[in-house]
């Protein structure tokens, strides 16, 4: 067992959240308190979608000539090399459609469509794990032919092989991980913030941000007043947002951002947020004066899971795609654009010899010791959901 499986068994025991990439703002979507009851009710009865004790495992066809692949902005090569491996390998045209900026947002916009069986053309779509295990209960994805997995079911890490909600990984495959924290401009803080509440430092009103997406947030401002994400109360919880929210009131907080906190970060508008691990290491790349840090009170840890919706027209060919990217040689270039935490064996030896720099990078391929001071947005039920997601949608302005 690799130091990354040793402390991931510990930590992905629930659902966990998605980084947020770019501002709300999807017409149609529902109400929070409605997506945390549509989340408890179970499959619906009315549509087509099934439960998965229903449902049949996808059957051979030949390969297709197209395929959708639906994802967040910014999670492939630049040049799409992997996509064009892929078209080259299979003869299939990709439709690689970044059409995914918030996982609430996306199950608004596919509500309708999936709850009839209706995948809107879609063949894959990537969601943060409590929205992929949302999309299993509602009976809205396609259960996997694991004869037709074989790169996946051998390379895929151990810690990830058996999440709660998809103990079998029928139902989902990792995409990537990534840890939100505190990211940092070296060269504008007085001294290496070391806690959370450096966020909150008055010599640095007007240039802090923080994320929309609650969990990372409030989880991380949560740890830091001394509460465990992983089995906190709601009070606890509200006690964060209440200080959010008091430094969001005074100008503390210039914004709460999605992904665009990478231009204000790199005009120097905000000089400490809270953000992404894998956007870190990318805005190093052209600032050697940005840092990334995980609290000393934690950090918190998401995996994104590729699904096949209900209606996907080339379910099949779909399954070829997700094995496809579970080859390590492929995987490596993913990881090497990206930067998150890679969820194949044998990536960090191939980048050890190409990009060396990466193969050593803790935010890639973090070690026990990183790991350690990371943790997970714990399950909540719908009323908790409600509760908190109104108060926190109340601090954001949104």
């Given at each position: 067992?690799?130091?990354?499986?040793?402390?991931?068994?510990?930590?992905?025991?629930?659902?966990?959240?998605?980084?947020?990439?770019?501002?709300?703002?999807?017409?149609?979507?529902?109400?929070?308190?409605?997506?945390?009851?549509?989340?408890?009710?179970?499959?619906?009865?009315?549509?087509?979608?099934?439960?998965?004790?229903?449902?049949?495992?996808?059957?051979?066809?030949?390969?297709?000539?197209?395929?959708?692949?639906?994802?967040?902005?910014?999670?492939?090569?630049?040049?799409?090399?992997?996509?064009?491996?892929?078209?080259?390998?299979?003869?299939?045209?990709?439709?690689?459609?970044?059409?995914?900026?918030?996982?609430?947002?996306?199950?608004?916009?596919?509500?309708?469509?999936?709850?009839?069986?209706?995948?809107?053309?879609?063949?894959?779509?990537?969601?943060?794990?409590?929205?992929?295990?949302?999309?299993?209960?509602?009976?809205?994805?396609?259960?996997?032919?694991?004869?037709?997995?074989?790169?996946?079911?051998?390379?895929?890490?151990?810690?990830?092989?058996?999440?709660?909600?998809?103990?079998?990984?029928?139902?989902?495959?990792?995409?990537?991980?990534?840890?939100?924290?505190?990211?940092?401009?070296?060269?504008?803080?007085?001294?290496?913030?070391?806690?959370?509440?450096?966020?909150?430092?008055?010599?640095?009103?007007?240039?802090?941000?923080?994320?929309?997406?609650?969990?990372?947030?409030?989880?991380?401002?949560?740890?830091?007043?001394?509460?465990?994400?992983?089995?906190?109360?709601?009070?606890?919880?509200?006690?964060?947002?209440?200080?959010i929210g008091e430094a969001a009131d005074s100008g503390q907080i210039r914004a709460f951002t999605g992904n665009e906190y990478i231009k204000d970060v790199a005009k120097g508008d905000t000089w400490l947020l809270i953000g992404w691990s894998g956007d870190a290491v990318?805005?190093?790349?052209?600032?050697?004066?940005?840092?990334?840090?995980?609290?000393?009170?934690?950090?918190?840890?998401?995996?994104?899971?590729?699904?096949?919706?209900?209606?996907a027209p080339h379910a099949f060919t779909a399954q070829k795609m997700i094995d496809f990217v579970y080859r390590p040689q492929v995987q490596a270039d993913i990881a090497e654009?990206?930067?998150?935490?890679?969820?194949?064996?044998?990536?960090?030896?191939?980048?050890?010899?190409?990009?060396?720099?990466?193969?050593?990078?803790?935010?890639?391929?973090?070690?026990?010791?990183?790991?350690?001071?990371?943790?997970?947005?714990?399950?909540?039920?719908?009323?908790?959901?409600?509760?908190?997601?109104?108060?926190?949608?109340?601090?954001?302005?949104?």
């Amino acid at each position: 067992m690799t130091p990354i499986d040793g402390e991931l068994e510990r930590l992905l025991r629930g659902p966990l959240t998605r980084r947020r990439l770019v501002k709300r703002g999807a017409a149609g979507a529902l109400s929070l308190s409605a997506l945390a009851y549509l989340a408890a009710c179970g499959p619906r009865t009315g549509g087509v979608a099934r439960s998965e004790d229903e449902s049949e495992v996808i059957k051979k066809e030949r390969i297709a000539d197209s395929l959708y692949f639906s994802n967040w902005p910014y999670y492939i090569e630049e040049d799409r090399g992997t996509l064009k491996e892929f078209e080259k390998e299979y003869g299939t045209k990709v439709k690689y459609v970044e059409e995914i900026n918030d996982n609430v947002e996306f199950f608004g916009q596919v509500r309708q469509q999936y709850d009839t069986g209706d995948s809107g053309g879609r063949d894959i779509h990537v969601v943060s794990d409590w929205m992929a295990a949302r999309m299993k209960t509602l009976g809205y994805v396609q259960r996997f032919d694991k004869s037709e997995l074989p790169n996946a079911t051998k390379n895929l890490i151990p810690s990830l092989k058996s999440p709660p909600f998809d103990p079998q990984r029928e139902y989902s495959m990792p995409w990537q991980s990534g840890i939100g924290g505190i990211i940092y401009l070296k060269d504008k803080v007085k001294r290496e913030p070391k806690s959370v509440d450096d966020l909150f430092d008055p010599d640095y009103k007007g240039k802090v941000t923080m994320l929309t997406e609650m969990r990372d947030t409030v989880g991380v401002v949560a740890a830091s007043l001394g509460a465990d994400p992983e089995k906190a109360s709601v009070d606890e919880f509200m006690e964060a947002i209440d200080k959010i929210g008091e430094a969001a009131d005074s100008g503390q907080i210039r914004a709460f951002t999605g992904n665009e906190y990478i231009k204000d970060v790199a005009k120097g508008d905000t000089w400490l947020l809270i953000g992404w691990s894998g956007d870190a290491v990318q805005l190093k790349a052209d600032n050697p004066n940005v840092e990334f840090l995980v609290p000393e009170t934690g950090g918190h840890l998401w995996t994104d899971n590729m699904q096949i919706p209900v209606g996907a027209p080339h379910a099949f060919t779909a399954q070829k795609m997700i094995d496809f990217v579970y080859r390590p040689q492929v995987q490596a270039d993913i990881a090497e654009y990206v930067n998150y935490i890679c969820p194949v064996e044998g990536v960090q030896e191939i980048l050890a010899e190409r990009a060396s720099e990466l193969a050593t990078n803790q935010l890639i391929f973090p070690d026990d010791e990183t790991l350690s001071k990371a943790f997970i947005f714990r399950q909540l039920n719908p009323d908790e959901e409600r509760q908190l997601d109104e108060a926190f949608q109340k601090v954001i302005g949104a």
